[in-house]
């Protein structure tokens, strides 16, 4: 199992572009979230993903969109880029029920916003 | 919703020496605490975690211990090696419809050899 990917690793926007972050899994895990991480700032919830079809807002989820059309994929995306939306950006996915609730994280994509 | 506070933000110890990074969480449903560990430049791992209805935990060098009543739990470190040092995340989740983790602020923790 390839467990969480993401692509690309690195970007590097200029204000009011727009990008796709990808992210797929393949331990059909229900759930997926996006997380932005800042320095001094830990792990903060963008957005999060019960299932295919269905999502839900996080924590800071302005300027950022997803979609659930499959089990395996949760692509974020970045309307209009901003220099506040510079950070690493990590997708998570982890099973519904117990006893394992692990979740496990992709390798994260470096954003820098011009 | 859940506030996760950590404490310290930074922590240094002698190679060999205990370390002890301590949480707090708000929401008394949360029944879920995981810590992570992440490495300069790496995702973040799970190094263990703990269900509301156990008390303490242990994996090899590494505990946890939870206190439902005061709603905090710790990690401990003991015989701490160079290879501990890196950034570490305590989360609380609840079991609610979406069972979401909450993350404290991260302690770098740094082992001095």
């Known amino acids: 199992n390839a467990g969480v990917t993401q692509t690309p690793k690195f970007q590097v926007l200029k204000t009011g572009q727009s990008m796709t972050l990808q992210c797929a899994q393949d331990?059909?895990?229900?759930?997926m979230s996006w997380y932005r991480q800042d320095p001094g700032m830990g792990l903060r919830l963008i957005h999060y993903?019960?299932?295919?079809?269905?999502?839900d807002q996080g924590e800071v989820p302005n300027g950022y969109n997803v979609s659930r059309s499959t089990t395996e994929d949760f692509p974020l995306r970045l309307l209009s880029a901003a220099p506040s939306q510079t950070s690493v950006y990590f997708c998570?996915?982890?099973?519904?029920?117990?006893?394992?609730?692990?979740?496990?994280f992709g390798p994260g994509t470096r954003l820098t916003v011009l | 919703g859940e506030n996760v506070e950590q404490h310290p933000s930074t922590l240094s110890v002698q190679e060999g020496d205990s370390a002890v990074i301590k949480c707090t969480y708000s929401d008394s449903a949360s029944n879920y605490f995981p810590w992570y560990k992440q490495e300069l430049g790496k995702r973040p791992q799970l190094i263990i975690d703990?269900?509301?209805?156990?008390g303490e935990k242990k994996d090899q060098r590494i505990a946890v211990t939870l206190n439902k009543t005061a709603k905090h739990f710790s990690l401990h470190i003991t015989e701490t090696q160079p290879e501990d040092s890196a950034v570490y995340f305590c989360a609380a989740s609840s079991s609610g419809s979406a069972r979401q983790l909450t993350f404290g602020s991260g302690t770098q923790l740094t082992v001095l050899p």
């Open positions: 331990m059909n895990h229900e759930y």
């Open positions: 998570a996915s982890r099973p519904r029920g117990k006893p394992n609730n692990e979740q496990f």
């Open positions: 993903s019960v299932g295919a079809g269905i999502t």
């Open positions: 703990i269900r509301s209805n156990v």
